[in-house]
């Protein structure tokens, strides 16, 4: 090793800064740390509209009390109900605006960073995990679901903090009140979290076998069975109570796009290896970022390099617990239960090993390439493209505030409308979330129509003077100087439940009737799909809007 010479200790002492290639990998495992937690901090402080996957939840804190989010929702979801219920307690302490709905998943999501920085280091090499870090700072979609009104982001919360518990079970499988922690972890965050199950099943199954290899396992085997049957208890009980019920509200589930393409074809080899290595290279390891169609082949190449480097560098334990939900994830989707690389969203539980995996090779990749200095260099250019990767990210969420435009134009849309209404203002929606003779049922329209509801329901004119799906008969007729508002809202993507037009003209007729004729303006909130149609009916000639 080369002495530093007497001019690099006076440089250094006069505090001669280095290049921005030249950083060595600890500092800028800092730097992208803290960019990770500044990412999720600006994309949550420009408060996106509220967007349909989140509406569906979201709609809930409004009009449902605390026992009844055990039961199904207004909207077919399945939604573990320990983030229902916490989500509802943070609802009555600080609202349901867009903030206050997403203070749960942002501090769930900064704190992922903080513990994925901790733990990393204790699994792997000094080197891997900082690769392992630099990828998991830069990532998309833990940002992304950090900051949603949905439960995504506790789910990898919950799957860190079991596998640093697991992974210190492995330390000293002998040790009583590591067993009670994880334990009692373990039961508690199967009502938190549906994917926590195929975390601790896998967690089990590795600590097991660690068990049998010891000397005397017998008495701890004994352990590992009650506590295999405590968590496996309360996941059933959880199932029984509270999933099964979902499960019903949402009978087409298994059918949607997202779910049918994730289940293994176990009727053909030829589809299943297909199968295989479209899950693998699609968005289920969309790390840093990534896609469908092989968009996230590069991240698989370097996973396969990692596995082969910690195997043989010695990282096998952490290696079989990483891996360890597989197989449970694969059995779940082949019975159909729960999809399998289709979305990173609901596999969010698989980004550590990703990760961590990825980071191991692609110091792997380095180390046989180039030499060691080589392997540094490499590093630093790697940590250079991540930042640049959360650099964009900022900037797009600071110019882009929003998912989609149809979002930000619909929520511009119920603004206007309120802060045109009077005190005595009624609006009426034409639809209902239940069949109805004179209204149609609007929740097969989706997410864009539950979108649409929470606007109204939180940003509208005096929530409570708004009626859903009257009887024509019982439109209230407006005051002196006041409106009624019927407002029609449809969303043409929506091929297989189309807007009811017989209907709503039957509907429309009749209240015509009886409050005259109405003013009409239609707003388009997408261009030829989604639009709201609005009826004024006045008692004087000249309209409050």
Known sequence: MNKPTRQSAEACELGVKRPLLRWPPHRWVLVLVSASLLWRVVRYGMVFPMWGDEAFIAVNFITRTFGELSGPLDHPQIIPVGFLWAQWLVSRLLGTSELALRVLPVVAGIACVLVFWRLAPRMVSRRQSMAAVIFFAASYYPVRHSVEVKSYSLDLLIALCLIWQAWSLLQAPRTAWRWVVFTLSGAVAVWASYPAVF???????????????????????????????????????????????????????????????????????????????????GNMLAYPVGGNHGGSTVTFILILFGIVAMWRTGHRRALCLLLSPLPLMFLAAAMKKYPYGDSARVEQHIAPAACIIAGAGLVAFLNHGWKRRGVVTGMQIASVVMLSIITYGVIRDVFQPYKKVSDRVALQTVREMTERSNAGDRWVVFGSLEDQPHAPNMVPWGGSLARFRYDLLQHGHESKSILWAPLPEDVPAPGPGSVTLLLMYHDNDQGTNPFPKEQARRYLDAVTRRLGEPTVETIELKEDSEEVRLYRYTNTAVASY
Do not use: C
Not at 219 to 245: E, K, N, R, Y
């Open 199 to 281: 975390v601790i099943g896998g967690s089990m199954f590795v600590v097991g076998y660690r068990l049998i290899q010891d000397r005397k396992p017998a008495p701890w085997l004994v352990g590992w069975t009650a506590s295999g049957l405590l968590m496996a208890g309360s996941f059933f009980a959880m199932w029984q109570l509270i999933a099964v019920g979902q499960e019903v509200n949402h009978a087409g589930i298994h059918e949607l796009r997202g779910w049918a393409s994730a289940f293994p074809p176990m009727d053909s080899i030829t589809g299943l290896v297909t199968w295989f290595f479209r899950s693998h290279t």
